[in-house]
């Protein structure tokens, strides 16, 4: 008689690797494994069925385990895909051993292109408090061009302040940076582009660009050179006579406005110069506009020959008197020593550009009064024909 042995589960018969049972099949009424025999993966009983007494799977198979297995990886699964999603990327230092996540990744601005100013503000959480440099010199690529790193502390890490430039397009990694205690590294950085999807190749040329009224400009002189032309052979006589009256009038002109900017220039520096250099400048602008207005020698004359010419000249006596006086005054000052007050030095200023102005007025008043029919017979301003006058005059000018 067979002693019936009791095991446990762990060591009971069952069925051999890859054996089982088919579904809804069962051990009949007082069957069980024989020895060596045992479920394969994933294989069981049916419900309500088992072994008998004193029968089960023999020692080392684990063909009834293996669903457990199954549950704990699929466990483990689980809990992996429920992880912080927030958490990027977990490093190690590797001076210190604590562990560190980059827990956010915040762009200034959010959309950036190639060649902007950017700013990435990467939190990350420490377990312990590191020692964080900055990297001198700063990392940069030829597609990334970082321009300063600035560290902020927090109470569960820090934040890096990374302001960088990209040069790409797309999808790349800023390149590592050495924080001291740390290495900042893996931080994404997504670039757009102004370029449509599938508009990478270059633009045609385009045309020169115009400024308003180009056209015109350009139409205005291309008439010009043609009809000026024209315009002056219908024209030339009196377009000819105009312009030597322009021409004319400007020479005239030319001595008063000469006078009149260095006199005051001259009022300027009243209180500046002596008043010996006062007079020799005075008196050298009223030869030089005398002479030049009346055509007369005048500018090597002394001031004894000065009234003589004059008055050959046909300076009207309401003139020649006050400036032959200003001359014999201007003389002592010079040659004597005589003293001068500032207010001699403004009253022959002013005695001479009223001299100045007044034939100047003569003299266009004469011009325009020629220019009209039978004006070039009228009388001069001095009253009378000046050549009459000068012939009357001459003979007291010999005496």
Do not use: C
């Not at 309500?48 to 385990?65: I, M």
């Not at 297995?69 to 809990?79: M, Q």
């Not at 001359?327 to 009223?354: C, I, S, Y």
Request: proline share 8%; glycine share 12%.
């Amino acid at each position: 008689m067979k002693k019936s042995r009791t095991m446990t589960p762990d060591h009971a018969p069952g069925h051999p690797a890859g054996k089982g049972h088919p579904a809804g099949k069962g051990h009949p009424a007082g069957k069980g494994h024989p020895a060596g025999k045992g479920h394969p993966a994933g294989k069981g009983h049916p419900a309500g069925k088992g072994h008998p007494a004193g029968k089960g799977h023999p020692a080392g198979k684990e063909g009834a385990r293996a669903p457990g297995h199954l549950t704990v990886v699929l466990i483990a699964l689980i809990l992996l895909a429920l992880s912080p999603a927030r958490v990027l990327s977990q490093t190690q230092s590797p001076q210190t051993g604590a562990a560190q996540a980059i827990t956010e990744v915040v762009f200034l601005p959010q959309t950036f292109y190639v060649g902007d100013m950017v700013e990435a503000r990467v939190v990350v959480r420490t377990t312990e408090t590191l020692n964080l440099t900055v990297p001198d010199p700063l990392p940069s690529t030829e597609l990334v061009t970082i321009h300063s790193v600035a560290i902020v502390h927090r109470a569960d890490g820090f934040e890096a302040r990374v302001v960088f430039q990209p040069f790409f397009t797309g999808t790349r990694q800023l390149p590592p940076l050495g924080l001291g205690a740390m290495e900042l590294s893996g931080i994404s950085v997504l670039v757009s582009s102004i370029l449509r999807d599938g508009a990478g190749e270059l633009a045609p040329i385009r045309d020169q660009l115009l400024l308003p009224g180009t056209h015109l400009l350009i139409a205005l002189g291309i008439a010009a050179v043609v009809f000026l032309p024209l315009l002056l052979l219908f024209t030339g006589k009196g377009v000819r006579r105009w312009m030597r009256l322009l021409v004319q009038r400007y020479r005239e002109n030319r001595p008063y406005r000469r006078i009149s900017r260095n006199l005051r220039t001259l009022q300027t520096d009243l209180t500046q110069i002596d008043g010996k250099e006062y007079y020799i400048r005075l008196l050298d602008e009223a030869r030089v506009f005398f002479a030049s207005h009346y055509s007369a020698p005048l500018r090597a004359a002394t001031t004894g020959e000065m009234g003589a010419r004059l008055d050959q000249a046909g300076v009207p006596p309401e003139v020649r008197e006050p400036l032959m006086e200003m001359f014999r005054f201007g003389d002592l000052v010079k040659f004597a020593e005589h003293p001068v007050t500032m207010e001699n030095r403004q009253r022959d200023l002013e005695r001479l550009r009223e001299l100045a102005g007044r034939v100047y007025r003569e003299r266009r008043n004469q011009g325009r009064s020629s220019e009209r029919p039978g004006g070039r017979d009228r009388k001069s301003p001095s009253g009378g024909n000046p050549e009459s006058r000068q012939g009357e005059e001459a003979p007291r000018v010999g005496s």
